[in-house]
Every structure is written in structure tokens, then in C-alpha cells.
């Protein structure tokens, strides 16, 4: 899922991929037929797959690294495994990080290893294969052992820290739109104290967590699987994330899908922009939705927005009790409008949570922004609302001051006139960061790679499609595939012709013709 990161967070995709997404999570949390975690498991096959010698084109410094054997062991009915890769890989020598690892093994006839990525960045792919059978549609299961990782810094990977549960508590419920000067300091303050504290807390991998490095991860990681050929299905920033192993290995691409997928050449101010007519077309297609029956936010589209951007005005000034020992701050109102939008299935949860805030109670949309940064109980239950600044920043460390924000506001406004200004506090999330990516981001085209399937949704709020139909033209074998819906990337969102096509290729090798419609 690519997450928005609004100056003290922005959102993409992280804690849901796919078009399962947010629907198929929530209501797996609420499910009461869920497997009992007591209940014991079959072990999954421990065998070792073949390795092989190293390639004859691996530098002799990573020889060390491509040559591993992994060592699954049971976890569950899954199997989980770490693996050791560089910190540095323009210094191979100078430490290690461990990658989780877990495989969720094929349940037919075998085709290979599938990696997957759910996005973010930060979100932990370990927890995909952990859930394979709900993201994944049971032709997938049959043929592939579903490989989840976490990018290094996330997840069980060596995760990065940089503030308390009770600091990233205030960090999540601050308001994403200062109203004066002095605010916007403080916000810009906090966003250098956030910086101090990946320092002070997470040694020299925070520095080393860009996305290059995470696809060279990658790419040991296919080795030690035995593959020749990677095999990829990722979704939302977990597309450029394979766009970007693409562009380094162009001749160990196998079968890969981008799902969700962004435009790796804009700009962070493009980028921005981009989201935030995303999260509007997401906002007035929900409005539209209520509209159509007698909507408790009003009669007509102007109605209705007025009275969801009226109701954060009034928790700015004056936050909502909630079931919680908590108040709904203005952020955590904020989380819990848009988390809502990446899923069509779950606009009924935001129905659910805008009327108990109307009716002064905000437990529900507390819910949401809890789950949006994967908070249960009183304690995170992973650093992704963190390492996603962490990542991105390092990929891109380009930022503005907070007085010069106002000077965005126009064009961010128009681009959303909901959600704008507080896309425009966004371009403050990088300031202060005092490292620099080790290798530069390439420009995105990975010729010679296999075909590419590139797939975008029309009205998908974090990814906009134009944003698939670019990353498809700069890709050399870039095929577009299409899904008219709403919601958050395509695959397993119900739409048969996505699916059939998505399997057609990653089990049967056959292409998708460019330009499919679904």
C-alpha cells in the first residue's frame, strides 16, 4: 500500500496491499471464524531448494551473499528464515543486516518462488505470506510458494526506531495543517527532532534503507531461493520497488506484476500533487456512493464535503472522546477518514465512523487511524509509521521550510480542495535529514527485462492511474493493464478479468495484451 506521509506522516499503502487491502484485513480482525493461534499447525516442508554456484556476473565482494543457503524453520504452518545481506553495498565489508524471511509453500503443483511486496514503504512482508490465502486467490496458492520479506529497517528486519510509542502517539494525533507561523515552527521542529532520534536509536542502517538497496536485497535474496529468474507480484510502492530491480537486473526478471503502480520520474511536489487529486476523486467517489441513497452528510456533493471538512474543524478546536482512554485528535481524525478510501468494501466503516463523530463520538475513527499505523492496545506492533519517512526521505530527501508551505497552497488546492493544504505540510517531511542515499535512484526503463504487467485502477486514491499508464510507457516491456474501480490496486478485488489475467501470466507465462480494459 503507498502511504501518505503528511509532513508528520503522509499516507501510500503500507498496512494494506492488494485489493484485499484494508476490506479483507479489517474484516479478517472482526472475523469470528479466524483460526484459533492456539490450535496446533502442520509444519510446511523444511527441505532446502537447490542453490547452485554463484552467477558468473556477481562481483566477487558479494560472492559471500549470493552464495547462502537459506535455513527455513516452522513458524506455524509457514516456514521463516532470515537472511544476511550488506549494509552497504558500495562497502560490502563494513557490517551486516538480517531480512526476514517467511514462505508460505505451494498447496498444488509447483511452479516456483513468488516474492511479493504489499507497499508502504515500511509495511513488513513477512505478514503476506502470514495471510497468503487472504491475499491471494487459491489458483496463486496452488502454484507458487508465496515469499514475504521486510525491507531492511522494517519489520523484523533490524527494524529502524526513532520516537517512543508515546512520542509517534503525539506525532500521529498532531494537526497535518498548522494554522500560523508559530505552529508551522513547531511542525517543522518536529520533523528535525524526528531525524535526531533515527539517529540516536538505529545506527548506521538508517542511513541505508533507500529503495537501490532494497532491490539489491532482492536480488540476493532470488539466488537464494535457487531461482534464475525472479518471480514478483507487488503492489502499490512495492511496484517501484520491482520497477527498480528491473532497472538493476534486467536479465534476472522473470514473471513480474506491478500492481498499483506508481510514476517512479516525478518529482516529490509532483508526486504530492498527484496523491491529492487521488485522495479527492477517492473522497467525492465515497460522496457520490452516499448521494445515491439518503446521505447523512447532506443533499448534494457541496453538502456533504462541507460537512466532513466543518467536522475536523470542530475536533481541531476541541477533540472527541472516544471508547478509548484517548481523545480523537485532528491527525488521528485525519488517518481515519482517508485509511477508509483505499477500499470500497470499507466505506461503510467510514460511513460507521462519521456518524458517531457527528454525533460526538470518535472511537471508530480512533480505530482506524490506529489500525492505519498499525497501533493494538498500547504499543505499535511494528516501526512502519516511521520507516516509511525513513525510506522515502532517503530516496528523495527534497524538502521545503515551513514558510514557504503557504506558497503551495494554491496549486495544492486545486489539485484537492479537501485534502490540499495538508498535502502541501507534506513537502516538510523530508527537512533536516542529515544523511544521503549511498546510490542514486536510476532513471526507470530496465531495458531487455521479460514483459512487465503494469496494472492501475481508475480511481484509485493513492496510486492514480495516470500513474500506472506512465510507469508502463517508461518500462521497455511495459504492458498496461486497466481496472475501472475504486479502491486501492486490482488484484483479488473481485474483478475476474484482473485476476484471470494476473494468473494467466505469473502461472502460465502468458502475456496480457497491452492495454487490457477490465
Not at 210 to 220: G, L
Not at 451 to 459: A, D, N, S
Request: one cysteine or more; charged letters at 25%; hydrophobic letters at 35%.
Amino acid at each position: 500500500m503507498k502511504k501518505l506521509i503528511v509532513a508528520v506522516v503522509v499516507i501510500w499503502a503500507l498496512v494494506i496491499a492488494g485489493g484485499v487491502g484494508v476490506g479483507a484485513i479489517l474484516l479478517l480482525n472482526e472475523n469470528d471464524d479466524e483460526p484459533d493461534a492456539s490450535e496446533p499447525t502442520t509444519s510446511a516442508s523444511t527441505d532446502q531448494p537447490p542453490t547452485g554456484p554463484v552467477e558468473d556476473d556477481v562481483p566477487p565482494e558479494l560472492a559471500e551473499f549470493y552464495a547462502q543457503e537459506i535455513a527455513w524453520e516452522a513458524c506455524g504452518a509457514n516456514d521463516c528464515a532470515t537472511l544476511e545481506v550488506p549494509i552497504d553495498y558500495t562497502d560490502p565489508g563494513a557490517g551486516t543486516t538480517a531480512i526476514a524471511l517467511e514462505r508460505a509453500p505451494a498447496t498444488g503443483e509447483r511452479v516456483g518462488s513468488l516474492v511479493v511486496n504489499p507497499g508502504g514503504p515500511g509495511a513488513p512482508g513477512t505478514d503476506v505470506a502470514t495471510d497468503a490465502d487472504l491475499y491471494f486467490r487459491g489458483e496463486l496458492r496452488e502454484a507458487y510458494d508465496i515469499v514475504g520479506f521486510d525491507p531492511r529497517g522494517t519489520g523484523e528486519s533490524d527494524p529502524l526506531d526513532c520516537l517512543s510509542d508515546e512520542e509517534l502517539d503525539e506525532y500521529v494525533a498532531s494537526d497535518p495543517d498548522p494554522d500560523n507561523r508559530r505552529e508551522g515552527r513547531e511542525y517543522q521542529q518536529t520533523q528535525e527532532e524526528f531525524w535526531e532520534g533515527c539517529l540516536d536509536s538505529s545506527g548506521e542502517l538508517v542511513a541505508h534503507v533507500s529503495t537501490v538497496e532494497a532491490a539489491r536485497d532482492m536480488d540476493v535474496l532470488r539466488a537464494a531461493l535457487g531461482e534464475d529468474q525472479l518471480r514478483y507480484l507487488g503492489f502499490s510502492y512495492g511496484t517501484e520497488l520491482g520497477a527498480t530491480y528491473a532497472d538493476l537486473f534486467p536479465g534476472k526478471v522473470g514473471r513480474f506484476v506491478l500492481d498499483g503502480a506508481i510514476d517512479p520520474s516525478l518529482s516529490a511536489l509532483e508526486g504530492s500533487l498527484s496523491q491529492a487529486a487521488g485522495f479527492e476523486t477517492a473522497l467525492r467517489a465515497y460522496v457520490d456512493d452516499c448521494l445515491s441513497d439518503d446521505c447523512f452528510l447532506g443533499d448534494t456533493m457541496e453538502e456533504s464535503l462541507a460537512t466532513i471538512t466543518g467536522l475536523l474543524g470542530q475536533i481541531e478546536q476541541e477533540p472527541l472522546p472516544t471508547d478509548q482512554d484517548r481523545d480523537l485528535a485532528i491527525g488521528n481524525a485525519f488517518y481515519g477518514l482517508v485509511l477508509p478510501l483505499y477500499s470500497e468494501s470499507n466505506w461503510q466503516l467510514l460511513d460507521q465512523g462519521l456518524q458517531e463523530a457527528l454525533e460526538g463520538d470518535g472511537s471508530t475513527l480512533l480505530f482506524l487511524s490506529d489500525f492505519y499505523g498499525s497501533r493494538e492496545g498500547d504499543t505499535y506492533t511494528d516501526n512502519s509509521l516511521e520507516a516509511i519517512s525513513v525510506i522515502n526521505c532517503t530516496d528523495d530527501p527534497f524538502a521545503i521550510t515551513a514558510a514557504e508551505v503557504p506558497g503551495h497552497y494554491d496549486e495544492f488546492q486545486e489539485a484537492s480542495p479537501t485534502f490540499g493544504r495538508v498535502f502541501a505540510w507534506g513537502l516538510i517531511a523530508c527537512h533536516g535529514i542529515p544523511w544521503e542515499a549511498a546510490e542514486p535512484a536510476p532513471e526507470i526503463d530496465a531495458p531487455g527485462a521479460a514483459p512487465i504487467v503494469v496494472i492501475g485502477t481508475t480511481r484509485d486514491p493513492a496510486t492514480p492511474y495516470e500513474e500506472a499508464v506512465a510507469m508502463a510507457e517508461q518500462l521497455e516491456s511495459g504492458v498496461l493493464v486497466s481496472r475501472d474501480g475504486d479502491g486501492h490496486t486490482a488484484y483479488n478485488s473481485g474483478n475476474d478479468c484482473i485476476d484471470d489475467a494476473v494468473h494467466a501470466y505469473l502461472i502460465d507465462g502468458e502475456v496480457p495484451q497491452d492495454g487490457l480494459e477490465c
